[in-house]
């Protein structure tokens, strides 16, 4: 008898081939006890340890005319906070949509993303960029083809919505941890804030003739600080709904609001599983970090056309090593492997079925991206509103700078939270491949509905 498949302690049987018999060759190991990727974890706790030092350090340095940055820190970190709320309130209002329309939003994101590049196009003619207009003309058709080839689909990915939000709603307390990371990474960026403010008010260098130059060597250490610990955050949140939603996969008797499978779960994700979370997170920060930088090179003039050059190459190696990292952690989560062999094993599990189409289509991507900006959008008016109450006849700029303000908290608490839907949707994916018969036996009426639209759109693919 074959080695039974162990979903992070829960015993199923093994995966079959597609003439039906057990694949004893390519069958999942049990997963490994221990913590894994540790080094990687000392790394993130070293990190956090850093930015407390520097808040300490220069948060209560007072500004003198001189340095370039100046506010209230105490106001700044209330003010904050009120909008870390009010985003929570909306993200949490999106989330429950999405849950409710899903092939409704999936359209609608379709559509949002056409949009914006036609808005894009009509721009860059508009203000006679004509190479700019060419390309975005190119672009906007190119998303024209992918959404007239995709739209077909809408109904697996609507059923595959539909399945992660089933299981998300039967385990609800999962986003009571998805708002945990998010309140974190409220606390986060705030700290953050207060660190970055004052190590570049302090690091700031003018010459003679008044002109001044930021310090890249800090400035990319701080980038990786930033990014790393978002990374962390989010990827935390992705791994305890991919665990949740596999436990509900093959043993659905273990859910509910605070169910079994969610603690342990969470508890897996920031003990056993939270070195392999640092290691794919920080190779992200540190990609974004150049690119930040790249960025902030470019701004300031230094090496502008290389330095254009260099973003472009760093932002197409930050998606695809962040599309690794989505499929990769549902494995941390499920099976509890290290981050080098959770990639291994899950690429290799979609190579084998033959579903790099299916995996290509990120049609919910779209739909919650467009939750995310239209909560963005109310965030920011919020904000504003929320700035001129409190400094009465603020100028037209201060209210705009208000609302960008807002609109970029929005965005990232938003994100966050929203990322249930995603991760549930990736770990819905990933477990009909490796346990279809599971998914049959425990959640019948859905299964069946998943298979007929799978017969339907993806005839040449095996599910077995």
Known sequence: MSTPVVVQGTAVSPPQNSVGETDTEQEQEPSKTGCKDIFFAVLFYANIIAIVTVCITYGNNESNSEQPINFDYEKYVSDAFVI???????????????????????????????????????????????????????????????????????????????????????????????????????????????????????TYVCDNNNKCDANYGFLFLLFVSLFFTQQVLQACVHVTVAGTVGTWWVAPEESGFCSRGICNSFIRTVTTSFGSICFGSLLVAIIQALRALANSARNNGDAGFLACIAECILACLASMLEYFNKWAYIYVGIYGYSYIESGKAVMQLFADRGWDAVIAD????????????????????????????????????????????????????????????????????????DAPREFESNHPELSQKMREIWEQFYPGTTVQ
């Open 84 to 202: 870390g709320f009010a985003s929570l309130i909306f993200s949490a209002g999106g989330l429950l949509f999405l849950i409710q329309y899903p092939s409704f939003m999936i359209k609608c994101g379709l559509i949002f993303s056409l949009l914006v590049s036609l808005a894009w196009t009509v721009y860059a003619f508009w203000i006679k960029e004509w190479v700019m207009g060419a390309l975005s003309t190119l672009f906007f058709l190119l998303t024209l083809c992918y959404t007239r080839a995709v739209w077909h689909r809408i109904p697996f990915a609507a059923i595959n919505m539909v399945t992660a939000g089933t299981a998300i709603k039967a385990n609800l307390g999962v986003t009571i941890f998805a708002m945990f990371f998010t309140v974190l990474q409220l606390f986060w960026l705030v700290l953050w804030s207060v660190a970055f403010a004052g190590v570049y008010s302090s």
């Open 362 to 433: 990120d049609l919910v991507g779209n739909a919650i991206l467009l939750t995310a900006v239209v909560s963005g959008i109310i965030i920011g008016a919020i904000t504003m509103g929320y700035a001129n109450t409190q400094m009465s006849g603020l100028a037209d700029e201060d209210l705009t700078i208000a609302f960008f303000v807002g609109l970029v908290i929005g965005l990232c608490i938003c994100s966050v939270l929203l990322s249930t839907i995603a991760s549930g949707v990736n770990t819905v994916i990933v477990m009909f491949a």
